[in-house]
């Protein structure tokens, strides 16, 4: 019986942990001590849902526990403020308006803003004064509702160095007095690149992993997924959110084709569309309808799932329109100047042009200090070469593309198309 209603309290958890701390984090305007607070109400929750069972509405019943602990921590600070008023020391107190801002507190307690305080949790756990490693930490340990473990699984780093990430990053938060706060006006434009940044940063490991023994995780995907369905419905106006869920729901739909059944890569050309979800692949273009009504000057995870949705409504590689997509990788190069979306853009047009056309965009990047390292590069000039019948040259680039790689299901399936 306990066992049962443990497994519901992870789940509910897993589920309702995000919202709980957005909720108590506006309360007390400190994201570390309003998830010391959340935690807080699940331990109460383990005390109580064995012996009296489940609540109807345990997010609920959690949100009230925590909120509670969240009044009382605030009643405490308070009550010591005041003393300090009592004995006299209350210059510096009534100069920093420490008892305002309580008393402001606690009205913010009486509001309910589930939406926007997930928002504002999002935005903070996202905040460029973190590095990147520490965002992607944060964000899925607050909004994910992952263990430290379960990160540091899924990054294929030590837990250790995860947890010092976040204890860093809370700390970080919280000395840089970052305001608990969704950005208005230019600042929101700036900052949503950020969070959309990590949420994609998540999915791309989720879905290719760097390394390991893995080609792909999809669990780390699938979370990505999720809080990026998030964003974009508590900022349904902003195109970028629903141009990167586009992308990632149509990425997404293809999961279930890109291994065979002994887990090995299944590259595009070669994958069973018939195996391809179409029900994220419909989710995928409504989200894009969303982005395309929302602007006229498309950013680059719209341009993305735009070349995404071209794969999504081809029946065959035969029957893609490389045309149009070679066409979206050129708007997206000019725009980030990178060389990897040239790189992606010399596949597109060789589909479109020939093998030849692809290699001479390709030849023009081998000098990219940029790329230096890069597994992608050699391996897409491989198959140039191989197309082309110039076969000698080809099984040396794949090699050396299998000697970059650092996913060992990549490094093999390099090693397999060198022989």
């Known amino acids: ?53 489940v609540p109807l509405n345990p997010g609920a019943w959690l949100t009230a526990t925590a909120k509670n602990r969240a009044l009382d921590h605030l009643r405490h600070l308070r009550m010591q403020a005041e003393k300090l008023e009592e004995i006299g ?3 510096e107190a009534r100069e920093a308006h420490i008892v305002p801002d309580f008393v402001d507190a606690l009205d913010a307690a009486r509001q309910d803003e589930i939406g926007d305080d997930l928002l ?34 899924a990054f294929l780093v030590p837990e250790p160095t995860v947890a010092q990430r976040i204890v860093r990053a809370k700390k970080t ?21 950020s969070v959309l940044e990590v949420i994609y940063l998540v999915f791309n490991e989720g879905y290719t992993a760097t390394s390991g023994e893995d080609w792909m995780r999809p669990a780390l995907a699938q979370e990505a997924v999720r809080l990026g369905r998030v964003l974009a419905q508590l900022a349904p106006n902003e195109p970028e959110a629903q141009g990167l869920v586009a992308l990632m729901e ?26 391809w979800d179409h029900l994220l692949i419909r989710r995928g273009l409504a989200a894009l309808e969303r982005a395309d009504a929302a602007t006229n000057a498309p950013g680059p995870y719209h341009l993305q799932a735009a070349i995404a949705a071209c794969h999504a409504r081809a029946g065959s590689v035969e029957a893609t329109d490389w045309g149009r997509i070679a066409d979206l990788y050129a708007q997206l190069a000019a725009m980030s100047g990178s060389p990897v979306v040239q790189l992606n853009r010399a596949v597109a047009v060789s589909m479109a042009e020939g093998p030849e056309a692809g290699l001479a965009i390709v030849d023009g990047l081998l000098h990219e200090k940029s790329l230096a390292g890069y597994h992608l590069l050699p391996s897409v000039r491989a198959d140039f070469l191989s197309r082309m019948g110039r076969t000698e040259e080809a099984r040396a680039e794949f090699l050396r593309a299998a000697a970059l790689a650092t996913n060992a299901r990549e490094k093999e399936l390099l090693r397999q198309r060198a022989g």
């Not at 999002?122 to 990147?132: E, K, R």
Request: overall charge neutral; some cysteine; aromatic content about 2%.
């Open 89 to 91: 020391h209350d210059l």
């Open 1 to 53: 019986m306990h066992s049962a209603v443990h497994e519901a309290i992870a789940a509910v958890w897993r589920i309702e942990s995000a919202k709980v701390i957005a909720t108590v984090a506006r309360m007390v305007r400190d994201v570390g001590l309003a998830e010391e607070l959340a935690q807080d109400a699940l331990v109460a929750a383990l005390e109580h849902w064995p012996r009296e069972g």
């Open 173 to 193: 938060l919280a000395e840089a007095k970052v305001p608990y706060e969704v950005p208005r006006g230019e600042a929101l434009s700036q900052r949503l690149a």
């Open 120 to 153: 504002r949790l999002i935005f903070t756990a996202c905040h460029p004064v973190l590095s990147t490693d520490a965002r992607a930490a944060l964000t899925l340990k607050l909004l994910g509702g992952l263990t430290t473990h379960e990160i540091a699984r």
């Open 250 to 275: 149509l990425q997404s739909s293809r999961m279930g084709a890109r291994t065979d059944a002994q887990g090995r890569p299944v590259l595009l050309a070669d994958q069973d569309r018939g195996r």
